[in-house]
């Protein structure tokens, strides 16, 4: 699982075979916890994330969201600038 971001202590991560992994989705790693973040809702629907790391994720997926999109529908890995 490739890594396509990191800011904060917070890895983002995302499978590329579809037809195993649906909903599209991306994973967030913060130590300890690791939560699957939904591209359409960016709710976490798996696991779990502290609060803060939860609130960081979605600012940052809100920005990518085109680009996680993108890379979702076309398999195409590229890294993803982090939050400054």
């Given at each position: 699982m490739p890594c396509i971001s990191r800011f904060y202590g917070i890895v983002i991560k995302m499978f590329f075979l579809q037809r195993e992994h649906q909903?599209?989705?991306?994973?967030?790693?913060?130590?300890?916890y690791n939560g699957l973040v939904d591209l359409a809702s960016l709710e976490v629907i798996e696991g779990d994330l502290p609060n803060r790391a939860e609130r960081l994720v979605k600012e940052w997926a809100e920005i990518h969201r085109s680009e996680l999109q993108k890379m979702w529908d076309t398999q195409e890995f590229k890294q993803i600038p982090g939050l400054e």
């Open positions: 909903p599209p989705h991306f994973h967030a790693i913060y130590g300890e």
